[in-house]
T-cell receptor, first 109, second 117 residues
Framework: QQPVQSPQAVILREGEDAVINCSSS?????VHWYRQKHGEAPVFLMI?????EQKGHDKISASFNEKKQQSSLYLTASQLSYSGTYFC??????????FGAGTRLTVKP | DTGVSQNPRHKITKRGQNVTFRCDPI?????LYWYRQTLGQGPEFLTY????????KSRLLSDRFSAERPKGSFSTLEIQRTEQGDSAMYLC???????????????FGPGTRLLVL
C-alpha cells in the first residue's frame, strides 16, 4: 500500500534539474508532495487532485497521471535550499493516506 | 510554524512505562492524523480522526497504542508498556476535509521525539 518513490537519492549541482517519481498500486484520489529537512517536520509543497493535473510554484512543479497511478515532482534550476528528503503521500478513494520512503536530494554548490 | 502544536517535544522513558502525547490541530480542521517516523523513513500512518470519530487504524497499531479525540479538537496518543522499538518521532497532521470529500493540505506539527531506554 505504501507508494514507491524513485530514485532513493540524488545529488545535484546548483542549477541542475531533477525528477522524483512516485507510483502506487492503488487507484489514487490525490497525491501530496512534502519536503523534510533533517530534524524538522515535513513541509507541504503541493497537492494534485485531478488526473493529468500539473501544478507548480517557483521552479518546483508536479504532474499526476491518474490512469498510471503515478506522480512526478520536477525541480528545475535547483538551489541549495532544495536539499532535503522529498516524500510523496498518496490518498486513495477511501481517504487513507500513505507516504513513500522518501527521496534524499542533495544540492551542492 | 504551521499552527499545529504537539507536546511534549521530547520524551525519554524507560521500557514498560506508559506515555501520552498531545496534538492541537489548526482549530477549523476536522481531520487529524497520527504518523510515526523513524530515521530515514517516510511517515508511517497510524490512525486518523474525522472530528471525534476514529475512522481508520493501521494494522501496525498494536493494542498497546490508543488514540482519542474526545471533542473533535485536540487528540492524544497513548502508548502503554513502551518497548525500545517504539522509539521514533510521532507526528500529528491536520487538514480540512471539505464536504465534497476533497482533501486539502496536511499541516504537520513539529513532532514528539520518543526515546525508550
Amino acid at each position: 500500500q505504501q507508494p514507491v518513490q524513485s530514485p532513493q537519492a540524488v545529488i545535484l549541482r546548483e542549477g541542475e534539474d531533477a525528477v522524483i517519481n512516485c507510483s502506487s498500486s492503488k487507484a489514487l484520489y490525490s497525491v501530496h508532495w512534502y519536503r523534510q529537512k533533517h530534524g524538522e517536520a515535513p513541509v507541504f509543497l503541493m497537492i494534485l487532485l485531478k488526473g493529468g493535473e500539473q501544478k507548480g510554484h517557483d521552479k518546483i512543479s508536479a504532474s499526476f497521471n491518474e490512469k498510471k497511478q503515478q506522480s512526478s515532482l520536477y525541480l528545475t534550476a535547483s538551489q541549495l535550499s532544495y536539499s532535503g528528503t522529498y516524500f510523496c503521500g498518496t490518498e486513495s478513494y477511501n481517504n487513507d493516506m500513505r507516504f513513500g520512503a522518501g527521496t534524499r536530494l542533495t544540492v551542492k554548490p | 510554524d504551521t499552527g499545529v502544536s504537539q507536546n511534549p517535544r521530547h520524551k525519554i522513558t524507560k521500557r514498560g512505562q506508559n506515555v501520552t502525547f498531545r496534538c492541537d490541530p489548526i482549530s477549523e480542521h476536522n481531520r487529524l492524523y497520527w504518523y510515526r517516523q523513524t530515521l530515514g523513513q517516510g511517515p508511517e500512518f497510524l490512525t486518523y480522526f474525522q472530528n471525534e470519530a476514529q475512522l481508520e487504524k493501521s494494522r501496525l497499531l498494536s493494542d498497546r497504542f490508543s488514540a482519542e479525540r474526545p471533542k473533535g479538537s485536540f487528540s492524544t496518543l497513548e502508548i502503554q508498556r513502551t518497548e525500545q522499538g517504539d522509539s521514533a518521532m510521532y507526528l500529528c497532521a491536520s487538514t480540512l476535509m471539505a464536504q465534497t470529500g476533497a482533501a486539502e493540505t496536511q499541516y504537520f506539527g513539529p513532532g514528539t521525539r520518543l526515546l525508550v531506554l
